[in-house]
């Protein structure tokens, strides 16, 4: 029998798909860009905005005989035993494979923010912990495992990373970015990229694009950025993604910006996305987003018209269920209100990726021989690590950490005890979990005070819970003031509970009006430092509060940003000194809970000044963290006089750090750019390069930036991306306030224009003396 073309894998996939197309009717064509949430909860408390109202009905034994696009979260959706899953996902595949005339399968996705969104597997640090890091080589093996394990179920697409830049900590969703700086975000979300699809598991960006600077905070609220900051700011991280990570798929913002949803913006989806930067993968509706354009943006009076619009723009999955992307539209090309050369154009893009995946070929089979074990040894590890460098030192004024190991200790605070104060709102038992109260966390996650315990056998170690995380009751103060005055030292753990629209005070819908710890927590933290007992601050949150209350009062000020499940131990590692603190912060920490929007990417206007009696100058500066040893910084490379180089040349700019304590330690230089003067306003700083360095007591290493004029581009008044003549600053600093050395550039020649092959990433070099 001979094979048809589409089934040769000897054939580009190209011509596969063009055979295939050839072959298949309009609704088998339109099957392919939807898919289907089997299992979906149509009552009580939903994992997606308005999934209630949006979730529409199916007959499943019907509906796959047209084929199918994408199953959606077979394991994220209720608890199921992984090598369960993995059958029934097998089943499922071979149900719709053989209901079908062609006998595809359809794409299977699942959530992975922050590790693989099902019961039983690794939860690793958030993304925020990743940008504390600093260390993209570590989060890209992170990606590598949690693809690995994707993959052992059958999963093809995974649903992250999350490139949003931090503009308002007050987002409920802060804690699922990596910063507020569009280099960080880049540079660690596309190791995160190459990490995943190293693995064979499609990356999907999001929120493709502006979702973090939501007006006010507010989830899904419109975005009013300017065409500047969405260009030098919101857009970059994607773009680094796409090209340095190979990310094979886009997902459509919620937002609006200007009043053009992202789901039904031509400019954004096709114009920018495809023909500028050149993208050929898929992109993928947000859940409900495509429905969301008739009924909470108004932009189209029914499915019908939504589908148009956001087929039109680019749009290829509807996901997570079929509503706008089957029957309407399929009626709505039969009557000839949309073009059916739309449909094909999309339904090309998913069958290349299928293709790409081998759900194309006659030999797939859904069945896989692989073992199964999404918690293992292995992942802890990584977690474990990934955990311990993302811990951020703020403040250790006198040297009261290490705690010493006989101590007398009052553990006080409600985030102590409780496992769930690792984990941020996509893991599994924060997201899911909290519908199945019967259902064990299915993870081993010990609390801080276990890990304490555990770290420190000599110590005697006691605890009061003080209060609740987000009720204003005061009722358990007074045991928690007897317990530390009873103590030598006090370890006061607050911070966030993880939850989904409005059940938690971190997570998607969890937004704020300013940046104050939830509940009674500053209170008590003022009852704490009442007693005279020295007490060491250990904030465990998804974004960062504002300390200013307390500066000057506290022995010393910890930062976990949700660690994941290896957390406690971690932390519990820097209290006691097992683990020397190298996170740095990827936000800032502010003064006053109020005063925001506010980051560090501010131009002159946004600093503070004498015309204002509100200074916006965070407590804890953006790349800030210390160390328990100490670092010099020798043998800087500058010059005394400016260096001219040309507007498309490069610069090298080094220096010597040696570690000048007595114990091993990894310090973060950080690379700044500086323009005193250029035809737009610019960031007073902004981060284009850095690099982790781990030293042996008394080792140095020599570190080299290699600066090329890329880097200082940015979009002119006209909308172009120019690297203009004149004064640069390369400013080499321990955080974005704290300036070591500086090397003073003068570009010369004309106006360049920065196009889409330009650099992106400051190249660094070490060596080992």
Same mark, same amino acid.
């Given at each position: 029998m001979t094979t048809a073309p589409w089934r040769d894998p000897a054939l580009p996939a190209a011509a596969r798909v063009d055979d295939l197309l050839s072959r298949m009717t309009l609704e088998e064509k339109a099957a392919q860009l939807y898919g289907v949430w089997v299992g979906a909860d149509t009552d009580g408390e939903g994992v997606a905005p308005h999934q209630h109202d949006m979730t529409a009905d199916y007959d499943w034994d019907e509906l796959i005989t047209r084929g199918l696009g994408q199953l959606t979260r077979s394991f994220g959706t209720a608890p199921v035993d992984p090598a369960l899953g993995a059958q029934a996902l097998a089943r499922a595949q071979r149900r719709i494979a053989d209901a079908g005339r062609f006998g595809i399968p359809a794409v299977a996705h699942e959530e992975c923010l922050a590790g693989f969104t099902t019961w039983g597997a690794t939860a690793y640090p958030v993304p925020l912990a990743w940008g504390a890091s600093f260390d993209p080589p570590l989060v890209e093996e992170v990606g590598r495992h949690i693809g690995r394990d994707l993959r052992s179920v059958g999963v093809h697409q995974g649903l992250a990373p999350v490139l949003d830049v931090v503009r308002d900590a007050r987002w409920g969703r802060v804690e699922e970015t990596i910063g507020e700086d569009p280099y960080l975000v880049g540079t660690v979300g596309a190791a995160y990229v190459r990490g995943l699809e190293s693995a064979g598991v499609v990356a999907t960006l999001k929120h493709f694009a502006g979702y973090a600077s939501s007006a006010g905070a507010r989830n899904l609220a419109p975005v009013r950025a300017g065409v500047r900051e969405f260009a030098d700011v919101t857009l970059p991280p994607f773009e680094m993604a796409l090209r340095e990570g190979g990310a094979r798929s886009v997902m459509a913002a919620y937002t609006e910006t200007d009043g053009i949803p992202a789901s039904a913006d031509p400019v954004l989806l096709t114009e920018l996305l495809r023909e500028e930067w050149g993208f050929t993968g898929t992109v993928v509706a947000d859940y409900f987003g495509?429905?969301?354009?008739? &009924?909470?943006? #108004?932009?189209?009076?029914?499915?019908?018209?939504?589908?148009?619009?956001?087929?039109?723009? %680019?749009?290829?999955?509807?996901?997570?269920?079929?509503? *706008?992307?089957?029957? $309407?539209?399929?009626?709505?090309?039969?009557?000839?209100?949309?073009?059916?050369?739309?449909?094909?154009?999309?339904?090309?893009?998913?069958?290349?990726?299928?293709?790409?995946? @081998? =759900?194309?070929?006659?030999?797939?089979?859904?069945?896989?021989?692989?073992?199964?074990?999404?918690?293992?040894?292995?992942?802890?590890?990584?977690?474990?690590?990934?955990?311990?460098?993302?811990?951020?030192?703020?403040?250790?004024?006198?040297?009261?950490?290490?705690?010493?190991?006989?101590?007398?200790?009052? +553990?006080?605070?409600?985030?102590? !005890?409780?496992?769930?104060?690792?984990?941020?709102?996509?893991?599994? $038992?924060?997201?899911?979990?909290?519908?199945?109260?019967?259902?064990?966390?299915?993870?081993?996650?010990?609390?801080?005070?276990?890990?304490?315990?555990?770290?420190?056998?000599?110590?005697?170690?006691?605890? !009061?819970?003080?209060?609740?995380?987000?009720?204003?009751?005061?009722?358990?103060?007074?045991?928690?003031? !007897?317990?530390?005055?009873?103590?030598?030292? *006090?370890?006061?753990?607050?911070?966030?509970?993880?939850?989904?629209?409005?059940?938690? &005070?971190?997570?998607?819908? *969890?937004?704020?009006?300013?940046?104050?710890? $939830?509940?009674?927590?500053?209170?008590?933290?003022?009852?704490?430092?009442?007693? %005279?007992?020295?007490?060491?601050?250990?904030?465990?949150?998804?974004?960062?509060?504002?300390?200013?209350?307390?500066?000057?009062?506290?022995?010393?000020?910890?930062?976990?940003?949700?660690?994941?499940?290896?957390?406690? $131990?971690?932390?519990?590692?820097?209290?006691? /000194?097992?683990?020397?603190?190298?996170?740095?912060?990827? +936000?800032?920490?502010?003064?006053?809970? @109020? %005063?925001?929007?506010?980051?560090?990417?501010?131009?002159?206007?946004?600093?503070?000044?004498? +015309?204002?009696? =509100?200074?916006? &100058?965070?407590?804890?500066?953006?790349?800030?963290? #210390?160390?328990?040893?100490?670092?010099?910084?020798?043998?800087?490379?500058? /010059?005394?006089?400016?260096?001219?180089?040309? &507007?498309?040349?490069?610069?090298?700019?080094?220096?010597?750090?040696?570690?000048?304590?007595?114990?091993?330690?990894?310090?973060?230089?950080q690379l700044y750019l500086h323009d005193p003067v250029a035809s737009v306003t610019r960031p007073d700083v902004r981060l284009i390069g850095y690099q982790r360095v781990e030293l042996a007591p008394g080792e140095s290493a020599r570190v080299t930036f290699h600066f090329h004029t890329d880097l200082s581009a940015f979009t002119d008044r006209t909308g172009r991306r120019v690297v203009e003549p004149g004064a640069l600053e390369l400013r080499l600093g321990a955080s974005s306030a704290e300036t070591r050395h500086v090397a003073r550039l003068d570009l010369t020649g004309p106006v360049r224009e920065a196009g889409a092959e330009r650099r992106l990433r400051c190249e660094t070099a070490v060596a080992r003396a």
């Open positions: 495509i429905g969301f354009l008739e &009924t909470l943006h #108004r932009v189209a009076g029914s499915t019908a018209e939504a589908a148009h619009l956001a087929l039109a723009a %680019g749009l290829d999955v509807e996901l997570p269920t079929l509503k *706008c992307y089957a029957e $309407p539209l399929v009626e709505a090309v039969r009557a000839g209100r949309v073009p059916e050369a739309l449909v094909d154009r999309a339904a090309r893009r998913v069958l290349e990726q299928k293709c790409e995946l @081998g =759900l194309l070929d006659e030999d797939w089979r859904p069945e896989s021989s692989e073992r199964i074990d999404l918690d293992s040894a292995a992942n802890r590890l990584l977690a474990r690590r990934l955990a311990e460098e993302s811990v951020v030192l703020l403040d250790n004024p006198d040297g009261l950490l290490p705690l010493s190991p006989d101590t007398r200790i009052a +553990v006080v605070g409600p985030r102590a !005890a409780d496992a769930l104060a690792m984990l941020g709102c996509y893991s599994f $038992p924060s997201h899911v979990l909290p519908h199945h109260p019967e259902v064990p966390l299915g993870i081993e996650i010990p609390t801080l005070l276990e890990s304490l315990r555990t770290e420190l056998p000599d110590a005697k170690v006691t605890f !009061a819970e003080g209060c609740a995380v987000s009720d204003p009751d005061t009722s358990g103060f007074e045991e928690a003031v !007897a317990r530390t005055a009873e103590a030598d030292v *006090c370890v006061a753990v607050l911070g966030d509970r993880a939850g989904l629209f409005g059940r938690g &005070t971190s997570g998607e819908g *969890c937004d704020v009006t300013e940046l104050r710890l $939830p509940g009674a927590q500053s209170e008590l933290l003022d009852a704490l430092i009442s007693t %005279g007992v020295p007490v060491v601050l250990v904030l465990l949150t998804g974004r960062p509060y504002a300390l200013g209350r307390w500066h000057g009062r506290l022995g010393a000020v910890v930062q976990a940003f949700f660690p994941g499940e290896e957390g406690g $131990p971690a932390v519990a590692g820097v209290l006691s /000194g097992r683990v020397n603190p190298s996170g740095r912060l990827p +936000v800032s920490v502010p003064q006053v809970p @109020g %005063g925001q929007p506010w980051t560090y990417l501010q131009p002159p206007l946004g600093l503070a000044d004498a +015309v204002s009696n =509100l200074d916006p &100058t965070p407590l804890y500066a953006f790349g800030h963290g #210390r160390s328990y040893t100490t670092f010099a910084w020798e043998d800087f490379s500058g /010059g005394a006089e400016p260096a001219e180089i040309a &507007t498309d040349g490069s610069y090298d700019v080094s220096l010597t750090v040696r570690n000048t304590g007595d114990r091993a330690g990894a310090e973060v230089v």
